[in-house]
C-alpha cells in the first residue's frame, strides 16, 4: 500500500519558517490593499458613502464619526470606486493611525451591517484573507507580461486575488497553517489524492451516457493500482466487487472522515485504500484538481468541508447523482446550436460521480446540512486533449490579475496578441459574451460564468475561444414551463421575469467586465468609451443575428437605461455560512436601487446616427 502522509509526518516548513511570510511588512501591504478593496466595493455597494473632500479626494467615517478614512478615487461605470490604496489615511484626534483590515470592519460594522453572530466569524475570514495576500506577497515577483505567456497551471497558481467582488474571498476556515501550504492553490504543491472504498449499499456511482465504471476508473486509476486495491480489500476478507472506489481531499480525510464517519470505518462500510498514482494541482476553486502527471485525465472535485466565500465547500451526495445526466443535456444542447458552435464554445462535462450516503446523518437533517456533503465526488473532462497546436490555456480569471507593478494579465495578452485592444477585446466578447447572451436569450438558461469558471483557449494572445466548467451545480433553467428530462429538472427555478435579465448585467457586467475595463481604462490600454462601446456593438451584432428571438429581446431588454445593482458582499455580511439556497438563487439576492446601463447610451446613439 502506498503510504499517506499523515500532519505528523508530512513535511512542512518548521513552525518559524512557516510564518516567514506574515512579517510586518507584508501584513502591513495586506491591510492596505484589502482595506482598498473594502472601500471601493462595499462603496459600490452603497453601505458606506465616501464624501467628497475636493475634486478627486473622498473620506469616509466610522460609525461613532470618531475614525476617518481619506483617500483617492476616481468613479467610474457602473459606479466603480477606484482607489489608490497608496493614498489611503486613517485618523483619529487628528492623529494618522495604521491601516487595519479588522478595524476597519469593527469601526464599520453597524454600516455593513455586521450581526454579532457573523461579525467574529467574517473577522476570521479577513484575517485568513491577509495571511493569504501576506503570502502571494512573499513570493518572488512574476511580470505580468511573463505570466501571461506561462503555461496553465503555472497561471493558475499564480493569482494573487480571489474574486474580484468579495471583500473575505479567501477564508478557507478549516484549513491550518500546515494545511495551507500543503493545499492552498496559491502554494502549487502537488498533491496525491487518497482513495476509500464504499460500500454499494451506501454509494451511488452515475456516468454520462458514453461512459461505465469499470472504463472510467481504470481511464483514472491504471491496472496497477485497481489491483493494489484490490488486494487490500482482499486482504480483510472483503470482496472488490461490493465497493465503489472513491477519492478523497487529504484534508477531509483526516478532519472529517476519519472521525465524523469513523463508524463506517470500523465497520468496513468505508474502507481505506491509500493514495492515488498520480500528482494534482489544487485549482483557485481550492477543492478541485488538475491532474499534472497525466493532463489528459479528468480533473477531479472533492467534497471539503471548509468554510470559504460564503459556504462550506461540501459536495452534495444526492445532488451528484443527477450530475452526469444534467451534464448530456446540456452538451446535447450546446452542440444542436449553429449559432453556440460558430463562436467556439465547448464545455467541461462532469463525466462522472459518486456519493456516500450516511444514513444516521441524513436521517437527522435536512437537505441543506453539510453532514450530507462530507463524502462525494466528481471527475470533470480535462481541456488539454481538445487543444489545437499553438494553442494554450489560462483561466479567465487572470484577466483581472495585476502584477506588483500594478500591470494586468490582460494588457499582457493584448499586447502579445499584436492586436488593437478593440479588436482583441472584440474577439473575447465573441467567445465569451455571445454563448451567454445565446444561452439566455433562446433557451432561458444562466451560466455562473465567473472568471474561476471560464477556460480561455489561446493563440498568440488571442481568445481563440472559451471553454465553460462547473455546470451542474450552476447552471439554471429560470423557466419552470420549459420542459427538462426528470434526472435535470434540478436545474430548474422559478426565477421572476424582472431578476432573469441578472444573470448577464450581474454576473458578466457588474462582476467582471466592470474590474476589466476599469484596468483596462486606468493602464492606459482602452478607454472606458471604448471599451463598452465594444460591448454594446457586440451585443448588437448578436441580436441582429437571431430575429427569431426580437420578441424576447423586447421582454428583456438587454439596452435598458439601468438594471438593479446585486451585491455580493451584503449576502456574505448578512450569512456567512450559507449566502444562498442554491436550487432557489434568486430568493436571497439584495437589491439596492439601480446602476446605469453602460451599453444603453451606445445603443441609443447609434439607433439616432450619432456617434
Known sequence: MNPVHSPATDPSPAPDRSVAHLSPEHWDRANRLLVRKALAEFAHERLLTPEPLDADRYVVRSDDDTVEYRFTARMLALEHWHVDPDSITRHRDGYELPLDALEFCTELRGALGLSDQVLPVYLEEITSTLAGTAYKLSRPPVPAAELARADFQTIETGMTEGHPCFVANNGRLGFGLRDYHRYAPEAGRPVRLLWLAAHRDHATFTCTADLDYDTHIRQELGGETLARFAATLTDLGLDPAHYLLLPVHPWQWWNRISVTFAGEVATRRLVYLGEGPDEHLAQQS??????????????????????????????????????????????????????????????????????????????????????????????????????????????????????????????????????????????????????????????????????????????????????????????????????????????????????????????????????????????????????????????????????????????????ADEFALSCLNRLQLRDNQQMVDLADPSAALQLVGTLRNPIAAWVRSARTGGG
Open 286 to 559: 481550492i477543492r478541485t484538481f488538475f491532474n499534472v502527471t497525466a493532463p489528459h485525465r479528468d480533473y477531479v472535485k472533492t467534497a471539503l468541508s471548509v468554510l470559504n466565500m460564503g459556504f462550506l465547500r461540501g459536495l452534495s451526495a444526492a445532488y451528484m447523482a443527477a450530475t452526469p445526466a444534467i451534464n448530456d443535456w446540456l452538451a446535447d444542447l450546446l452542440d444542436g446550436d449553429d449559432l453556440i458552435r460558430s463562436t467556439g464554445l465547448t464545455i467541461l462535462r462532469e463525466r462522472a460521480a459518486i456519493g456516500y450516503r450516511h444514513r444516521q446523518f441524513e436521517a437527522a437533517t435536512d437537505r441543506h446540512s453539510p453532514y450530507r456533503k462530507m463524502l462525494a465526488a466528481l471527475w470533470r473532462e480535462s481541456p488539454v486533449p481538445s487543444l489545437e497546436p499553438g494553442q494554450r490555456l489560462a483561466t479567465m480569471a487572470s484577466l483581472l490579475h495585476t502584477d506588483r507593478d500594478g500591470r494586468s494579465l490582460a494588457a499582457a495578452l493584448i499586447a502579445e496578441s499584436g492586436l488593437p485592444a478593440e479588436e482583441w477585446l472584440r474577439r473575447y466578447l465573441d467567445a465569451y459574451l455571445v454563448p451567454l447572451l445565446h444561452a439566455f436569450y433562446a433557451y432561458d438558461l444562466a451560466f455562473m460564468p465567473h472568471g474561476e469558471n471560464v477556460i480561455l483557449v489561446l493563440n498568440g494572445g488571442r481568445v481563440a475561444r472559451v471553454i465553460f466548467k462547473d455546470i451542474a451545480e450552476e447552471i439554471v433553467v429560470m423557466d419552470p414551463a420549459v420542459p427538462l428530462p426528470e434526472r435535470v429538472r434540478r436545474i430548474q427555478a422559478d426565477v421572476p421575469e424582472d431578476m432573469r435579465l441578472l444573470s448577464i448585467f450581474t454576473d458578466v457586467f457588474d462582476c467582471f467586465f466592470r474590474h476589466l475595463a476599469a484596468l483596462l481604462a486606468t493602464e492606459g490600454v482602452l478607454t472606458e468609451e471604448a471599451f463598452w462601446r465594444t460591448v454594446a456593438g457586440c451585443a448588437v451584432d448578436y441580436r441582429d443575428r437571431v430575429p427569431h428571438l426580437a420578441d424576447r429581446f423586447r421582454r428583456y431588454d438587454l439596452f
